[in-house]
């Protein structure tokens, strides 16, 4: 089945400074790509998301890569702020599959240091 | 547009017990997922509900169980309460695409239940 692992459990950089998490899958069907900010108390937000189609996608101030080749992706965030403090999580999902499951990571906290 | 609704948010029960959390998800969505969270296992799916049917099931025990109203609302129930059940329970709602899938970048999550099994 399916495992989807984080590199680092947490994070800490500077605020303004830029950061990425990264996360890698085990399943080389996965096709769907999404990573999550869950704030203290708060249930998970989708950020952006990213196709096997594709290998790079910008949001507002976040950027997905994907490497299929290593079975990898990154959430990068520029020029963080106190208010990226989360924890972050990738999840991976495969359309190819009948039962379309989704697959989280463990999650990285993300600290924002002044 | 009210977002996605749990209760009860914190909830106490002893072992052997038995707990039904509700889920009320955002007007229009029908599909109704819940996860289970710990620190130890991350978030985990439990099942999906769309239109009053389980149609994905994660790996938990039949002790895990869901249903789904005809207004969406959905309920979670695990039976036989064990300590290991000690987490937090999200539920999730989303539109279900022309092609039958869910649609997690337009997936909503809720605050969670957290049930502490004593």
């Known amino acids: 089945g399916e495992s989807v692992g984080l590199h680092l459990p947490t994070l800490s950089v500077q605020e303004g400074d830029n950061s990425i998490i990264n996360c890698a899958y085990s399943n080389s069907a996965s096709d769907y790509f999404i990573w999550y900010k869950q704030e203290s108390g708060k249930g998970p937000q989708f950020i952006i998301d990213?196709?096997?189609?594709?290998d790079k996608r910008q949001g507002q101030r976040v950027t997905v890569l994907l490497n299929k080749t290593v079975k990898h992706l990154s959430l990068q965030i520029a020029a963080t702020q106190p208010g990226d403090s989360a924890v972050y999580f990738c999840?991976?999902?495969?359309?190819?599959?009948?039962?379309?499951?989704?697959?989280f990571g463990k999650g990285t906290r993300l600290h924002i240091l002044p | 547009k009210a977002g996605v609704t749990q209760t009860p948010r914190y909830l106490i029960k002893t072992r052997g017990q038995q707990v039904t959390l509700s889920c009320s998800p955002i007007?229009?969505?029908?599909?109704v997922s819940w996860y289970q969270q710990t620190p130890g296992q991350g978030l985990q799916f439990l099942f999906e509900y769309f239109s009053e049917t389980q149609r994905n099931k994660g790996n938990f025990p039949g002790r895990f169980s869901g249903r789904q109203f005809s207004n969406s609302r959905s309920e979670m129930n695990v039976s036989t309460l064990e300590l290991g059940d000690s987490a937090l329970y999200l539920c999730?709602?989303?539109?279900?695409?022309?092609?039958?899938?869910?649609?997690?970048?337009?997936?909503?999550f809720g605050p969670g239940t957290r049930l502490t099994v004593l």
């Open positions: 999730a709602s989303s539109f279900v695409g022309l092609a039958g899938r869910t649609s997690y970048n337009e997936q909503f």
């Open positions: 007007s229009g969505h029908r599909s």
């Open positions: 990213i196709r096997s189609n594709m």
């Open positions: 999840a991976v999902s495969a359309a190819r599959n009948r039962d379309d499951k989704i697959i």
